[in-house]
């Protein structure tokens, strides 16, 4: 049995629980359970949305990959909170949070993380918790705050570059439209400038000692159309285990039944591993405070 019908097997008896709980009761996976305080702020004349539990550090900061709002979160936020403070957010032009009328770079996006963590007065330590796109937002704030930071958890991260790489495996009747959804910051959601916040990235991340764990995805994307899947898959999972020389004291583990968002497939890898990275920074992972 491959490894796609074993999930698949997996996944149906998900798909039959839920079920189960649709008939029985009101069932909405955007809908958070946790006891949030809830606010907007206004940063760079954008007002912007925020969800924040506090109770004792490590704070857990969760950054959502692009385009997408901070419910992605909902069921790993809710289950960490029941243990120590966390923090979840929408950026501007997603979700709840005002639109931003050009391109950004990254370097932008942690300077707005960081604004508002200082606005709300949300305490270091950090582990930052960063999806795909969110994954560079979290390496760019550790390498400029790392003082700020405990530990960090990248959920199938994106790689810097990772449109040029595809082209060594698209069709080549692909490859203009993907050079151009990187070269032109107004075709993604959030107008951001890919080329130039990879190069920050380039320019700004090295080597560290902060803690850091990889969780990459073992499923393809399901496209009928000409798009490489399992060509892809294997490419970013070559390019995440590189993610390890990023710190001294790195790990990685592949969800192996799970899609791009392995915090909705396998939301307890996820969890666990941000868990392992509290019980360090409680047992004298410590970092200083601002």
């Known amino acids: 049995m491959s490894n796609r019908q ?6 149906k008896t998900k798909n039959m629980v839920k ?11 955007s809908e958070s359970s946790g006891d949030y305080n809830e606010s907007f702020h206004t940063c760079a004349n ?13 704070c857990v900061i969760f950054i959502a990959g692009l385009g997408d709002s901070c419910q992605t979160w909902n069921e790993v936020q809710d289950r960490i909170s029941q243990e120590t403070s966390t923090f979840s957010y929408d950026r501007a032009g997603v979700g709840r949070s005002q639109g931003t009328p050009g391109p950004r770079t990254c370097h932008d996006l942690v300077e707005e993380l960081c ?3 200082l606005a709300l007065d949300v305490e270091p330590p950090y582990i930052l918790v960063g999806h795909s796109f969110g994954g560079l937002i979290a390496r760019l ?12 958890v990248l959920v199938d991260s994106a790689p810097e ?3 040029l790489e595809y082209e060594k495996v698209l069709p080549e009747k692909l490859v203009a439209d993907n050079r151009e959804y990187f070269d032109n910051p107004m ?15 380039v320019d700004h991340c090295r080597q560290s000692n902060i803690p850091l764990s990889i969780i990459t995805r073992g499923l393809p994307d399901m496209d009928d159309g000409e798009w490489p899947c399992q060509e892809i898959l294997e490419m970013e999972q070559r390019l995440q285990v590189d993610f390890q020389r990023l710190s001294t004291s790195s790990k990685h583990r592949i969800a192996s039944c799970s899609g791009h968002y392995i915090h909705h497939d396998e ?12 019980r360090h920074s409680l047992n004298g992972g410590q970092v200083s405070q601002r």
């Open 187 to 201: 075709l993604n959601s959030e107008k951001i400038d890919k080329a130039q916040s990879y190069k920050q990235i």
């Open 115 to 117: 604004e508002l963590l």
């Open 267 to 278: 939301p307890e890898i996820v969890i666990e591993e941000i868990m392992v990275m509290i």
């Open 161 to 163: 570059y990772k449109e």
């Open 141 to 152: 704030y550790a390498s400029l705050y790392p003082q700020l930071i405990s530990g960090m």
């Open 19 to 29: 079920d189960f709980e649709q008939k029985t009761i009101k069932f909405d996976r």
């Open 6 to 11: 074993k999930c698949g097997s997996k996944q």
């Open 46 to 58: 954008r007002r912007l949305y925020s969800k924040y539990s506090q109770k004792s550090t490590p």
